[in-house]
C-alpha cells in the first residue's frame, strides 16, 4: 500500500441523490483527497472529494439506515424499496465555504471501524491545516471528476488534478444523448451499460409555477382520465394522502397510433417533498382489481396491452435561491419526467414480431411515446393557465373530462337527488317526498274511475302535480360552487362558499305556448297541489319558437307570507331549538322581499332578487357567455311578481333583453350537452340581513326542449304531447 494512503476499505456512503439511502463504495483516504469506487478493482474512482483545513467533522452514533440492495440503481431502490434498514454507525463529513456547502455521509456495520475512521479523517484534516495553503483546492467539497486518468492505490492520491469544467460529475456515469424532437421538446435516452442498465428516457420542461402548483396538479385525485399521460390517470385507489394507486390508457399519435394497440399502465404513485424544496413523484408498475389485465390476440388492436414500468419518476425543482425573487416560494419550477419501461407487444424490446418489423418498430415506439412527451406540455399549459382568470379552451375541456358524468347526473344514470335544506320538514321527511306522494295519490283516484272521462269533464292532472319536466332533465345540486356574501361583506367585500339552500327544489314544469305568459303558476298542478305551505317559484320565459317557460317550484315548511320575521324564528325554534344567526338574517331578507303590492314594491324587489348561473358541464364558448356573475334580474329584465294563496312567483322574461336573449339562444341550441345550475337568493344590502342565503338552487341536465308539454292558455290547462289530438 502506499504510505501516503491513511485508510482504505468498504464503507457505506449516503446518496447524494436520495437522503438515507446507503450505497457501498470502496473508499481511500490520503492527507489531502478522499477517493470512493465502485469495485476494489477500478481504475478510476467514481468521486473524489478534496480535504482542507475547513472539512468538519460529526462525532460517530448510531443510526437506522436504507442499505441499497446489489444490482439495483438508486432510483429503482426507492421506486421499489429495494433497499434493506440497518442499524449501522456513522458521521458526516462537512465542507464549508463561503459560497456553498456539500455534506456526506458515511457508515460503517461497526462501531470499533467506524472510529478508526473518524480518527483517519482527523488526521487528514490536521495534515491539510499544516500545509494550509501548499494544496491547490478547486472548490471545497465539490466532486471531482477523473475521467481520463489512472488512479490506484498504488500511485499518489494527492497527485491527482480536477479536471476542469466537470466538477460534480461521476467517472463511470452513464451519458444522456438526444434520441427525438416532439413538439419542440427533446427527448433523451440513457446509454446502455454492459451490466443491462440505463436505457431511460427524460423528458424535461420550465414551469412558470411554484413546484407546490404543478405536484398538486400532478398527484391530484381524478375520477376519469385527462388529457396527460401521468397527471391525467384516474385513481383506482388511495392508500395514504401521499400514495395512490392509478390507472391510465393511451393510442400512439397518427397513422400508426391507429395500426398498434392501445397501451396501459397500473402503477403504485407516491410523492415526497425534500428540504431543498424539491418535490419527488415516483411511479412503478403494480396490479388493481379495478383494472385487470386483458390477455389478447398478439395481433389484436382493441385490447390495450399492459406497459411494465421499471422505474419512472417526476422531479419538481425550485430555483436555486440566488435566482429566486423575495416571494415564500420558487415561482418557476423545473420539471423532469424519468421514464424507463418496456412497451411491451411488437414494441417490447425482446419481442421476436418486433425485430422483424424493426423498421416499423422504431415509428412506432415514437408514436407510442408522443403523448407521453406532450403530457409534459399539457401539464405546464395546465398550470401556468390555472393563474388566470379566463383560461382557453384546450385547458377547460381537460377540467371537464375530469369531472365524471355520474356527479353531473348523467340523463338515465341517475334517480333524483336532493340536498337537505336548512328549513327542515317537520314531519322529518322531504317536501319533495311529500309532492311526490300527493301525485301518487291522485293517480289512484284517477286510476279507480271505471267509466271514461266526458269530455266537460276536468282532465287528468295527477301527472303533472310532481312537475310537467322529466324527473331525469333535472335534480339540486345543493349549494353547488356558488359563492355569496359574507357577514361583513359591507366591510371587507369578501365573498364566502354559500350554505345549503333554504327550500327545497320538488318541481320543474317545462312548457311550450303560443306567445309568453305572465302569472303561469296559478294554472300549474305542481302549485295547486303541492302539499307544502309556502312555494317559491321562478318562471324563465325563453324566448324560442315556439316559447318555451321553465317553471322552478322551492318549498319551504313554513308559510312565509304575511309574517313577520321573529314569528318564523320562534316557530323555528319550537321545531329545532336555537335559530343560528344566519338563518335569522335570511327570514328577515325574504320576508321583506315578499311583503307588499304594487310598484312601489315591485321596484324595491327589482334592486333585490338575484340570480347565479353556472355551467356546470359545457363547452368554453358557452361557459364564457353565460359566465358565473350574480345578476340582479330586476336590473337587466323584465321582471314582474306575482302571489297566490300558498306561492310567490317570479317571471322573467329574457326575450326582453337583445343580449341576454342571444346569449339564451346560444345555450337552448346546445342543452342536450350542458349541465347548468341556476341559483336563486335575495341579495343582503345590510348588515342584518347577512350572510346571503341561497333560497333554492336547481341544475337541468341535458334538458331536451322538444319534450315541453303543451299550455293551452284559453283553458289554462297542462297537456302532455301525446296526449295532444
Not at 685 to 711: M, N
Request: with cysteine; charged share 25%.
Amino acid at each position: 500500500m502506499d504510505e501516503n494512503v491513511i485508510i482504505k476499505g468498504w464503507l457505506a456512503r449516503e446518496s447524494t441523490v436520495v437522503e438515507r439511502l446507503l450505497n457501498r463504495r470502496f473508499a481511500v483516504l490520503t492527507p489531502s483527497v478522499f477517493a470512493t469506487f465502485r469495485k476494489e478493482t477500478d481504475d478510476a474512482p467514481s468521486k473524489v472529494w478534496s480535504v482542507t483545513k475547513d472539512v468538519i467533522v460529526t462525532p460517530v452514533k448510531g443510526e437506522e439506515y436504507h442499505l441499497r440492495k446489489p444490482g439495483t440503481s438508486t432510483f429503482w431502490a426507492v421506486a421499489s424499496g429495494a433497499y434493506d434498514k440497518i442499524q449501522m454507525w456513522g458521521f458526516c463529513v462537512t465542507w464549508s465555504s463561503v459560497m456553498s456547502s456539500d455534506k456526506l455521509t458515511m457508515a460503517f456495520e461497526s462501531e470499533d471501524v467506524a472510529k478508526e475512521w473518524h480518527a483517519a479523517f482527523e488526521k487528514a484534516i490536521s495534515h491539510a491545516a499544516s500545509q494550509d495553503g501548499s494544496v491547490t483546492v478547486h472548490g471545497h467539497g465539490s466532486l471531482m471528476s477523473h475521467a481520463d486518468r489512472r488512479l490506484n492505490t498504488s500511485q499518489s492520491l494527492e497527485s491527482t488534478e480536477e479536471a476542469p469544467g466537470h466538477q460534480g460529475s461521476e467517472v463511470q456515469k452513464r451519458s444522456w444523448a438526444s434520441l427525438l424532437h416532439i413538439n419542440g421538446i427533446s427527448v433523451y435516452v440513457e446509454e446502455l451499460d454492459a451490466d443491462g442498465g440505463g436505457g431511460a428516457l427524460m423528458v424535461s420542461a420550465v414551469v412558470r409555477a411554484p413546484p407546490s402548483d404543478v405536484t398538486s396538479h400532478l398527484v391530484r385525485v381524478r375520477k376519469t382520465e385527462g388529457l396527460a399521460i401521468f397527471a391525467g390517470a384516474k385513481t383506482l385507489k388511495t392508500v395514504d394522502e401521499n400514495t395512490h394507486i392509478i390507472g391510465q390508457t393511451w393510442r400512439g399519435s397518427g397513422i400508426l397510433g391507429r395500426c398498434t394497440a392501445p397501451r396501459e399502465m397500473v402503477l403504485l404513485r407516491t410523492w415526497r417533498k425534500d428540504m431543498d424544496g424539491t418535490y419527488i413523484v415516483l411511479y412503478q408498475s403494480t396490479n388493481h382489481v379495478a383494472m385487470r389485465k386483458q390477455n389478447g390476440r398478439w395481433w389484436s388492436l382493441s385490447t390495450p396491452i399492459r406497459v411494465d414500468v421499471e422505474a419512472a419518476g417526476f422531479t419538481i425543482a425550485p430555483l436555486l435561491p440566488k435566482y429566486a425573487s423575495s416571494a415564500a416560494e420558487s415561482q418557476e419550477s423545473l420539471v423532469t419526467l424519468v421514464l424507463k419501461a418496456d412497451l411491451g407487444g411488437m414494441l417490447s424490446g425482446g419481442s421476436a414480431a418486433g425485430r422483424l418489423l424493426s423498421p416499423f418498430q422504431g415509428v412506432a415506439v415514437k408514436s407510442m411515446l408522443e403523448p407521453v412527451v406532450t403530457s409534459i406540455v399539457v401539464l405546464r399549459d395546465q398550470v401556468e393557465q390555472s393563474r388566470f382568470v379566463i383560461r382557453p379552451l384546450s385547458h377547460v375541456l381537460d377540467m371537464e373530462q375530469e369531472q365524471p358524468k355520474e356527479e353531473l347526473g348523467a340523463p338515465g344514470k341517475r334517480k333524483m337527488e336532493r340536498t337537505a335544506t336548512m328549513l327542515v320538514y317537520r314531519d322529518r321527511s322531504t317536501l319533495a317526498d311529500a309532492q311526490m306522494h300527493r301525485k301518487e295519490e291522485k293517480e289512484s283516484e284517477t286510476a279507480v274511475k271505471q267509466q271514461p272521462v266526458e269530455p266537460s269533464e276536468s282532465p287528468d292532472i295527477s301527472w303533472a302535480i310532481a312537475g310537467t319536466c322529466q324527473k331525469k332533465y333535472w335534480l339540486s345540486p345543493g349549494s353547488s360552487s356558488f359563492k355569496v356574501r359574507g357577514k361583513k361583506y359591507l366591510v371587507d367585500k369578501k365573498k364566502i362558499p354559500a350554505a345549503v339552500p333554504m327550500f327545497e327544489l320538488v318541481a320543474v314544469d317545462l312548457l311550450e305556448m303560443e306567445e309568453p305568459v305572465y302569472h303561469v303558476c296559478q294554472h300549474l298542478p305542481a302549485v295547486e297541489h303541492s302539499p307544502a305551505p309556502f312555494l317559491f317559484c321562478v318562471q324563465m320565459m325563453v324566448p324560442s319558437s315556439p316559447p318555451v317557460s321553465l317553471v322552478s317550484s322551492w318549498a319551504a315548511p313554513y308559510q312565509m307570507m304575511n309574517v313577520e320575521p321573529a314569528q318564523l324564528v320562534q316557530q323555528f325554534e319550537a321545531d329545532h331549538g336555537p335559530c343560528p344567526e344566519e338563518i335569522s338574517a335570511f327570514f328577515k331578507a325574504f320576508t321583506e322581499f315578499v311583503e307588499g303590492d304594487g310598484a312601489a314594491a315591485d321596484a324595491k324587489r327589482n334592486k333585490k332578487f338575484k340570480m347565479i348561473p353556472n355551467i356546470a358541464r359545457g363547452s368554453w364558448i358557452i361557459k364564457q357567455s353565460v359566465g358565473t356573475t350574480p345578476v340582479i334580474l330586476g336590473q337587466k329584465l323584465a321582471t314582474k311578481y306575482y302571489r297566490g294563496k300558498n306561492y310567490f312567483e317570479v317571471d322573467v322574461d329574457i326575450g326582453a333583453n337583445s343580449v341576454a336573449a342571444s346569449i339564451t339562444n346560444l345555450v337552448c341550441g346546445a342543452t342536450k350537452s350542458l349541465a347548468v345550475d341556476l341559483g336563486v337568493l335575495i341579495e343582503g344590502q345590510s348588515e342584518d340581513t347577512l350572510p346571503e342565503q341561497l333560497i333554492g338552487t336547481v341544475r337541468l341536465d341535458a334538458l331536451d326542449l322538444k319534450t315541453a308539454s303543451y299550455f293551452d292558455e284559453t283553458s289554462g290547462t297542462v297537456i302532455r304531447k301525446g296526449d295532444m289530438m
